[in-house]
């Protein structure tokens, strides 16, 4: 039914009832998805069924939801490739054919869907990750791993973010879901940021803090390495840089968990877009220094770092489009979209 009152409406402003797209066998899917074409993988099944488990790097939009056809429009041009599948391929057939109808030339349906996928025993994942289209149109994906690891995907640059392999009973195969780094940012020493195993195996450029760097335990690893005072800026790349930032606790009692001038939090600059990763911080004056940040990455786990009414005050001095709160724990963050009308409020599973 939602098909054919879609299809009505696109004929009723003279766009084609009949549309093409093509299916793809399992090989064939997976043979697009690692071209160097502009691809956007597209998930169309329900948020319960993509939490459960999805292709690494899909987008999650429901094709059963009302706003379906506008969520794809805010989220992929009609320039990109669009790999899209569901459970057996049935209703990402209706989706391909749908988009196709739109102006979406470039659609290529999984045929059997993705039962087919697991069943070839091809990766599957159950990171979420958000998508965001920098100023020069080009894509940047934010994986959101746990508690405060991301990871940054930008033109074929794979940057890492405190990544960890085990908190808790939570472990990270980096080596299946994730490529060699090209630059591994590391906020601060603790266990749940830093992870010397999982930065061997990762390589790449390591920017952290002075703390840090005397930890590692190689030349090696050292000589890869590049320390970032609060307030200093490095250029990675062109059009690609990063500052570090002040992240330090306030509260009476609280000092000795992130004292003011150790800790890094940064602002990742991806040819003007701007990405600010706080680490652990409580809400401190310096955020009122801090601009034009398209996401912010905010924590929220009293006593270590913001309580929520510290974290909705940090919101306020940074005023991002959209902020993930990450690093939560057990406090509770669900009040924070409605103390923040204006800012993008995306609550993740990130605890």
């Known amino acids: 039914m939602k098909r054919i009152i879609l299809l009505a409406f696109l004929a009723s402003f003279g766009l084609p009832a009949c549309s093409r797209y093509k299916d793809l066998s399992v090989g064939e899917f997976r043979s697009r998805l690692d071209s160097d074409n502009n691809v956007q993988l597209l998930d169309v099944r329900t948020p319960q069924e993509f939490a459960e488990g999805h292709i ?9 939801a009302d706003g379906f056809v506008e969520a794809v429009q805010a989220s992929i041009t009609p320039e990109q490739e669009i790999l899209i599948y569901c459970r057996r391929g049935r209703r990402s057939a209706e989706a391909a054919d749908t988009l196709n109808a739109l102006g979406y030339k470039r659609v290529f349906n999984l045929k059997e869907g993705f039962n087919a996928w697991k069943n070839a025993n ?3 994942t159950a990171f979420e990750t958000e998508r965001f289209r920098a100023p020069g149109g080009a894509t940047v994906e934010i994986t959101l791993i746990k508690h405060a690891s991301l990871a940054i995907s930008y033109k074929g640059i794979s940057i890492q973010v405190d990544p960890v392999i085990s908190l808790g009973d939570n472990t990270t195969d980096y080596a299946t879901y994730f490529p060699e780094a090209d630059y591994i940012l590391v906020t601060h020493e603790h266990g749940d940021h830093f992870d010397k195993e999982v930065l061997g195996l990762l390589g790449g450029k390591i920017v952290t803090n002075a703390n840090c760097f005397r930890l590692l335990e190689s030349d090696k690893m050292k ?9 200093k800026s490095l250029t990675l790349q062109e059009g690609i840089s990063v500052e570090a930032v002040p992240a330090y606790n306030t509260t009476p009692g609280r000092e000795q968990f992130h004292p003011q001038g150790r800790d890094n939090g940064y602002i990742l600059n991806l040819d003007g877009f701007r990405i600010y990763i706080a680490g652990d911080t409580e809400d401190i004056p310096e955020m009122a220094d801090i601009k034009d940040i398209d996401v912010a990455f905010l924590p929220c786990n009293q006593p ?48």
């Not at 690494?56 to 059963?64: E, Q, R, S, T, V």
């Not at 000589?223 to 307030?231: D, I, M, R």
């Not at 939560?328 to 204006?342: I, K």
């Open 56 to 64: 690494p790097g899909a987008m999650n939009i429901d094709w059963l």
């Open 122 to 124: 091809l990766p599957v």
């Open 223 to 231: 000589s890869q390495a590049q320390v970032l005072a609060n307030g």
């Open 304 to 351: 270590y770092t913001m309580t929520p009414e510290q974290c909705i005050n940090a919101a306020r001095l940074v005023n991002p489009k959209v902020l993930i709160p990450y690093h939560f724990g057990q406090t509770d963050v669900s009040g924070l979209p409605e103390a923040l009308p204006g800012i993008d409020v995306r609550i993740r599973n990130m605890q």
